[in-house]
């Protein structure tokens, strides 16, 4: 029959990816493997940019806010680019999905690492926003279609590792790779790379059922005959009409922005870990990327156990609260470490264990909750629901990293200014001593005249620890001449040689500010305090930020109660039982009342 080859893989016409009957289980698990496979590349490829988050700032000479600001700008442009993704119910997912893949491995492998200015790379990156933005929606919708809602915990599980596994990807790879400033660029080309082959996977093998299959609610693998036996009935036109109304509802719409704001501390992750790690606790690239790789495995092991045991017990709600109450104490416990810089790694490690593991259980549940949510008010607007929250999540993501450098703006001086900062320490350190000890006052007066005696003794006084006078002493009894020096009383004699050398080590450390060139002196004179209050600021603004993401989180909890789904397993069985009997009934009924037509077909598929 017609149905094998289109099951097979075989379609009409190779943009034509529509499967007329639904697979069986071998190609069903192909075409999910293949979407979860995509969503976790488009993520790496999104994300790789805050591996080398430093690098890309000081090779481009984006501030810390202008960096955020690229952030924010891909943030809007995607929000916009998945309200249009709404219509992947009237065109299809699957050539979104290719047709994304093509584009941003490109992007990402070519245009981004060779770009010649900020604003060559901003519109790189929010170009690339677009097509993450449209392709993000139809993966999720690829997934409820080719999941009926008994197994759609598990089937969530795998598609939200897509962001998870993305980004631990971004931070396995940088943290073997990587490699001091050099070949940056490559972290970009290798993701871009494995995007355009998993592109071209996609293009050979992925499918998508056909609008009259994916337009019905699909409640268990049982109803596949009557799925079938329904769509030659089934008029997807009229099956849409009016299905952005339909969406815009309080139980979309309001769990959308709940789970948007508890994202908060997971999108900072992703974007400034790198940074505030470095910025906070002086952790090096590789080890701030070794420390986020315990957060992205725990998720990832979180996501996929809780969709299984989601499924098992077939409900949604209480995962979602008590994922969201673990996650909480790890964030509070991480909260509270912000201004203590002893911390140590494997501290932190824990408190991203507890993090990563409540808000993997949350957001699995709250994913395979919001579709069934969705398919309550119309299954055939699966994509429009999914665009209106991905348009709220990326509206979500553009305002949390407009606050987070207003919040921070310690954190703004230390990556603009700092790394320089710390470059003329290091390149200079006794020079750097003697500008943190002498006034600045003497300094300035140094640099308008080299000659000036009360300067001169002033700093020499500061830096040997003695008193103007015994400076002064110590100049007039070295200016003298051995015989002279033989006429002096024993006691001046002494003091010479106990003070003398300190004086010398002074004037020498003194002479030494000739070596930094007159750039640096001004640089450090301008911004080296700027710097140190920063550092001490820090940790106290970046614990601010942390308490509102553990504000966020708590206010995510009321949307629990608005969305589909029982409390108790009990009775999300007897809904089972009773959707099983009304299924077999409108099966039969079907089949008696259309004798001549109810083939042999559907109750194959019935039995299989």
């Not at 995962?319 to 104490?329: K, S, T, W």
């Not at 009321?558 to 789904?565: D, I, K, Q």
């Not at 089949?591 to 077909?601: D, G």
Request: aromatic share 10%; net charge positive; charged share 15%.
């Amino acid at each position: 029959m017609s149905s094998i080859n289109l099951v097979a893989g075989r379609p009409r016409r190779w943009w034509d990816r529509r499967l007329d009957h639904y697979p069986d289980t071998g190609a069903r698990t192909l075409y999910l493997g293949i979407t979860v496979l995509a969503t976790i590349i488009l993520y790496y490829e999104l994300n790789v940019q805050g591996a080398v988050a430093t690098h890309v700032l000081h090779h481009y000479g984006f501030s810390f806010a202008q960096f955020i600001s690229v952030a924010v700008i891909g943030a809007a442009f995607g929000a916009f680019a998945s309200l249009f993704a709404g219509l992947a119910d009237r065109w299809g997912r699957a050539n979104l999905v290719v047709g994304g893949l093509f584009v941003t491995g490109l992007l990402v492998a070519v245009a981004m690492p060779n770009a010649h200015s900020k604003a060559e790379y901003t519109a790189y990156f929010a170009l690339l926003s677009v097509f993450e933005g449209i392709t993000l929606v139809a993966t999720p919708a690829l997934i409820r279609d080719f999941s009926p809602q008994v197994g759609r915990g598990l089937a969530m599980g795998f598609w939200t590792l897509g962001p998870v596994l993305g980004s631990l990807l971004v931070t396995l790879v940088a943290s073997h790779t990587l490699d001091g400033d050099a070949h940056w660029q490559l972290q970009f080309q290798l993701a871009g790379a494995v995007g355009l082959a998993v592109a071209v996977i996609a293009l050979v093998f992925l499918r998508e059922l056909s609008p009259q299959l994916r337009d019905q609610l699909m409640h268990s693998l049982h109803d596949r005959a009557l799925i079938e036996a329904r769509a030659g009935g089934i008029d997807p036109e009229r099956e849409l009409k009016g299905h952005w109304r339909q969406m815009l509802k309080l139980d979309v719409i309001a769990p959308s922005f709940a789970i948007g704001v508890y994202l908060m501390f997971f999108y900072t992750v992703i974007v400034a870990l790198v940074l505030y790690m470095s910025s906070v606790f002086a952790y090096d690239e590789a080890k701030s990327n070794g420390l986020a790789n315990w957060y992205w495995i725990t998720e990832a092991i979180a996501l996929v156990g809780a969709g299984l045991l989601s499924d098992r017990l077939r409900v949604r709600k209480p995962f979602m609260l008590a994922g969201a109450l673990l996650g909480l104490v790890g964030l509070i416990l991480f909260a509270t470490a912000a201004t203590k810089p002893e911390t140590g790694y494997h501290t932190f490690a824990l408190y991203f264990v507890l993090i990563a593991g409540g808000g993997g259980i949350t957001y699995v549940a709250w994913m395979a909750a919001f579709t069934e949510t969705v398919e309550r008010h119309n299954p055939a607007a699966t994509a429009t629901g999914l665009a209106i929250f991905g348009w709220i999540i990326r509206i979500s993501l553009m305002l949390t990293l407009i606050a987070l450098p207003v919040v921070v703006p310690a954190t703004t001086t230390l990556v603009d200014k700092g790394h320089h900062v710390k470059a003329i320490v290091t390149q200079y350190p006794q020079q750097v001593r003697v500008l943190k000890t002498v006034k600045p006052a003497t300094l300035a007066a140094l640099k308008a005249d080299r000659n000036d005696k009360a300067a001169q003794a002033d700093a020499l006084a500061t830096l040997s620890g003695l008193s103007g006078a015994q400076v002064g002493k110590v100049v007039v009894l070295g200016a003298l001449s051995k015989a002279k020096l033989a006429t002096v009383p024993p006691a001046d004699l002494a003091f010479l040689q106990a003070n003398g050398p300190k004086v010398q080590q002074a004037a020498a450390q003194l002479k030494s500010l000739a070596a930094v060139p007159p750039a640096e002196l001004a640089y450090l004179a301008a911004n080296a305090q700027p710097v140190a209050k920063a550092a001490k600021d820090a940790p106290g603004e970046w614990q601010t930020w942390w308490w509102i993401c553990v504000a966020a989180q708590i206010l995510f909890l009321p949307c629990v109660f608005l969305m589909s789904g029982r409390w108790s397993p009990r009775r999300a069985r007897e809904d089972d039982a009773a959707h099983e009997r009304r299924v077999a009934l409108e099966l039969a009924q079907l089949q008696a009342a259309e004798p001549e037509t109810a083939t042999a077909e559907p109750m194959l598929a019935l039995n299989r």
